[in-house]
């Protein structure tokens, strides 16, 4: 895990964006994980990538695995870190609106990043036990979406088996992160938002009404995540 601790200077001038040299590194990370694999990319190319002493590198992260760790953290928690939004709005979402918000907003990081960090989730490294705590939050993120699907299915009827899909569909993002910035990847996953609910029988005449709630709990939790930012 990273640790607290200040690194040594740098001996050349910020070249990664971030606010400090832990995000640096991350972003090199990022960058390097996703086009030249997890196996071939060292400590030593990462540090070399932000302009840091290797060493310099150990005082943030133990090992490559904690960065790597770190990297897939940010593919969740931000997610993770809205659900209480939803679940606090007022008025209450249904299952169906608080599902609905829930898949644009996590396709919305899934697709937002400078690296397409979901595709990491290919890589044979991932199953190692020192990954362990990002799968458990990816694990809390799939389950909090197999509850919401489970009690929409309740109310159409579709069979069971439909509540599995909607996580695995947003997911699927990842496949799409390659499409060029521009209105049609800004609508991605909002469309698979509503492929969410067409497939757990939702009509598709209750779209729109369901798009302006999740419009409206996005933008406002954006604002004053925004405020909060430039208060601290």
Known sequence: MPLARAGRPRHHDQRRPGVTARDEILDAAGELFTTLGYAGTSTRSIAESVGIRQASLYHYFKTKDDILCALLGQT?????????????????????EHLHALAAFDGDQLLAGRWNLGALYLLPELRDARLEPFWSDRERLRLHY???????VEQTGVHGAAAGL?????????NMWSVPPGAERAEL???????CM???GIPDDETSTLRERTRAQ???YTRVESDETLLR
């Open 76 to 96: 969740v928690s931000p997610t993770l870190a809205f659900i209480p939004n939803l679940l606090g709005a007022e008025p209450a979402l249904s299952a169906a």
């Open 146 to 152: 197999l509850a919401l699907s489970q009690a929409v």
């Open 166 to 174: 909607p996580f695995r569909l947003v997911e699927s993002l990842v």
């Open 189 to 195: 996953s909002t469309h698979v938002a509503d492929a």
């Open 198 to 200: 067409r497939v757990l």
């Open 218 to 220: 996005i933008e406002r």
